[in-house]
């Protein structure tokens, strides 16, 4: 008996050094691969062998591809914001062959849009520090524009320098910038949305909205109704698939722009899961940019949710070249990538955040959906309305009729605007509420507060 377990553990502890040799040797192959921390190895091992160094070098690609897509890619959708809106003549205002009064960088950063302070050449920099640089001019907006350095939005010039046609990125609402120079003005953060831009009151420049209201079936008087209904941080995606502008109630139809970060391992997209990242990134690039690729989805052919889809036929997109296609992989690959940001040292009570994770995982059930560390459902992540105890009016407009269990790591970084997909919580505190209301928790005013401070934690 003694020596059947003396020979146990020789087996056990040569079983033991083997894992060790091979744990080392793992640590030695993919020195930067850290378990559980993020799903990207940070740069190629050189040692690596064969297959594994082309999966690593594909990585490494395909995320420096997408993040020039992301930021920078219009898809050709110049074709809708240029020739058609004709957004660019309101821009550059009739002082400068467009018209109307212009677009000054005051009024820019007014409705939202971000300046690219690393864009900037040194010159530019200190010109504005020395306040030598007029912020009241469209003229400085036609600069900026030229320098690239307005956060999604691409401006297209003449040899003469005079502006053209302009397009818009993914990072015109999927991104903002740290303020690191002025407010507005600073680095870029992918994936941030961008809850100060005015999507709504950005198209309203247009002096040409005729085709949307064309699309809508609607005048133009209901056409900028609808726009300014939006406000800061919301665009309606759904509007041009069902038409519905306003709920039941009258009030906006529009949702908050989520963030595009935080994003992987998460099962279905959007605030009602029309489906993958990749799906969606294809739905918007087409549908919503218009840029000029190829899109199928038989869903929208329907005339009875989709009216307005069905009759554009927006099912079926073909466009030779495809702009859109070849483009799907790396910007897919890259959203991925974009990890939840960590909440800033000092923003959150440490020791009520302990406590609130006891509550998340126990008496306030909120795991049961929000499976950590993913903050949703493996697997299939979708609810009735009536599981979680709001009306269904948006799920209604989606083709699962669901709501989606949003992913909740970073949530500090989006708290402007509210919380769930139109913002109908100010605050996390108004969530836990609606949740101890709806659920019967039963929670002290104590273990709200504990959650809330969990909550800003992830
Ligand atoms: C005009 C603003 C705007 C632009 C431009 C835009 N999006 Fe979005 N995006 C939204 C809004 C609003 C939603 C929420 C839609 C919904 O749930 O109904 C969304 C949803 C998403 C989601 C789902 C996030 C989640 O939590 O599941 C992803 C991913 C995404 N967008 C990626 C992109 C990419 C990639 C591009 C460029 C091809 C892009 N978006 C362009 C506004 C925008
Ligand atoms: C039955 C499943 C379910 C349970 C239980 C649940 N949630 Fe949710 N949660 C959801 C869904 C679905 C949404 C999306 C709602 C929407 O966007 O309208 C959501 C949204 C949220 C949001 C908003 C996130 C954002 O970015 O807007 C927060 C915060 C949240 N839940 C926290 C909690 C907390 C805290 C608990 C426990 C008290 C909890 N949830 C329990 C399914 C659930």
Redesign the pocket.
Known sequence: MLRRTTFLSVLSIAACSLALLLAFRGTRLNAQFVPGNNDVIARPAPQTPGFDRTITTNNEQLIAQGRQVFRYDTFGDEAFWGDTLKLHQAIAGSANGGVGPGVSPKTALAVGLKVDMDALPAAVVSAIKAGQVNLDDPKTTLTLLQLNSVVGVTGRFSPTGQLTSIGIQCALCHSTVDDAFAPGIGHRLDGWPNRDLNVGAIVALSPDLSSVDSLLGVDDATTRKVLASWGPGKFDASLFMDGKAFRPDGSPAATLIPPAFGLAGVNLHT?TGWGSVTYWNAFVANLEMHGQGNFTDSRLADPVQFPVAARAGFGRVRHDPDLVTPKLAALHAYQLSIPAPTPPAGSFNSAAAARGATL?AGK???S???VPPLFTEPGWNM?AAT??G?DDFQAQRSPEKK????P?KG?FA?AKGG???DGRYAT?LD??NH?NGF?S?GLTDQEKGD?VEY?KSL
Do not use: G, K, P, W
Not at 403 to 406: C, E, F, N
């Open positions: 605030f998340f306030a059930q909120c049961s959906c929000h609810h599981d979680i709001i709501y989606r269990t949003t909740l949530l989006h919380f769930y997909h996390l969530v836990v949740y659920l928790l959650l909550l």
